[in-house]
Structures are given as C-alpha cells and as structure tokens.
C-alpha cells in the first residue's frame, strides 16, 4: 500500500475546493430550470429542436420541473404537435419510475396549462393501460 | 387539497448509492461462500486423496482387472 502520509486525510470532510473534483462552475437547479425554460420558449423552435431538446431532458437523472414542460408543451402549440405533447406527458409519468406520487403532482401543476392549449392526458384518452 | 412537491431530482442516483455497496457486497460473499464451500473442499479431497495414493499399486490393480492392451495380468 502507500507509505504517504495522505491516505490518512483522505476521507474528512473536506472543502469542495480542496477536494479532487474539477474546477468547473457548478450549475445550480434553478440555472439549469431556467435554460431549459428557455430552449423550449425560443419562438421558432423547430420539431427536430423540440424532439432534440426532449430526449436530452429525459436523458438526465431527474423529472423536469412543471415550468420546463410547461415551456415544451406551449413549443408543442406552435409547431401544432399534440401528439408530442400528449408523449411529453408519458415520458415524465415514466421517468417518475416507482415514484408514484410526481405524475400527479405534475399533472395537478400543468392542468391550468393542459386546459388551456386543450391538451388531453393519456388517461383521458385511455391510453395509460397497456 | 393539492399535492405538495415530491423530490423530482436525483432519484436514480440515490437509489445507486443506496443498491449498488449492497450489490458490490453480496457479489464478494457469493464469490467467498463458492470459494470456501466448493473449491476449497474440493481441492482439499483431492489432496486427501492423493497424499496417500500409491500409484504402483493402483497401477498393478488396474493391470490384473485386464484394461490395458500394452500389458497383459500377470500369468497370461
């Protein structure tokens, strides 16, 4: 094993600065919200960007906030896509996994939304059985 | 009554940091338990068996019960 002294300090608790992680700015959750929310407000986003931004989103360890597929589901509007939105809906109730409480959370969020741009759930249209 | 905000982020990192020690560990004691429950005892047997082999005397049982074709039992 290593005669050095280090090993022994290696597990403290130690300052983010002192540790071995790169130097590069952590984003934080609101910055990374915000991008989002951006990309998909762009007002001539087009379907590849649409499709694009999806896959990457969902790509992430995360279920995106109400207001990013808030923002997605309005590109969704402008480029006359209700089947995208309809999918954007059962992409997140997915990505939920055994978290059975965020689907409904996020559809309790986004109904003001989904009535307005008269979005369907898939469960409105019986779509969520197998 | 609505909802309250349920963790949306790092999900599936938690549920790594959580399963994988676990899994890292399960697959060290299965690898141990075959270890020292199979092989050990198996070439432990062996080692038995041949401490005291005599490969003379086996030789010559083998030759008097007549499968060899380059020596025949003794008085033929």
Redesign the interface.
């Known amino acids: 094993m290593q005669a050095s002294t280090e090993t022994v300090f290696l597990y403290p608790p130690t300052p983010l600065s002192a540790r071995c992680y790169s130097h590069a700015k952590v984003e934080t959750?609101e910055e990374f919200d915000a991008r989002w929310v951006t990309y998909f407000s762009k007002p001539d986003i087009d379907a590849w960007e649409l499709k694009k931004g999806m896959n990457t989103l969902i790509g992430y360890?995360?279920?995106?906030?109400p207001k990013i597929l808030d923002s997605a589901l309005r590109a969704c509007r402008r480029l006359n896509d209700l089947a995208s939105a309809i999918r954007i809906l059962e992409a997140v109730k997915d990505k939920s996994?055994p978290?059975k409480?965020?689907y409904?959370?996020l559809i309790?969020e986004l109904q003001p939304t989904l009535t307005e741009l008269g979005i369907s759930t898939p469960e409105d249209l019986g779509m969520d059985i197998l | 009554m609505?909802?309250?905000?349920?963790?949306?982020?790092?999900?599936?990192?938690k549920r790594l940091r959580f399963h994988l020690p676990i899994a890292f560990a399960l697959s060290l004691v299965a690898a141990a338990a075959f270890k020292y429950g199979v092989t050990e005892p198996r070439k432990q047997a062996y080692a038995d068996f041949y401490k005291q082999y005599d490969a003379t005397k086996e030789f010559n049982n083998m030759r008097e019960a007549g499968i060899f074709q380059s020596v025949r039992p003794t008085g033929e």
């Open positions: 959750d360890d995360l279920v995106p906030e996994g978290h409480d965020i409904p959370y309790q | 609505s909802l309250a905000k349920p963790a949306m982020r790092g999900l599936l990192g």
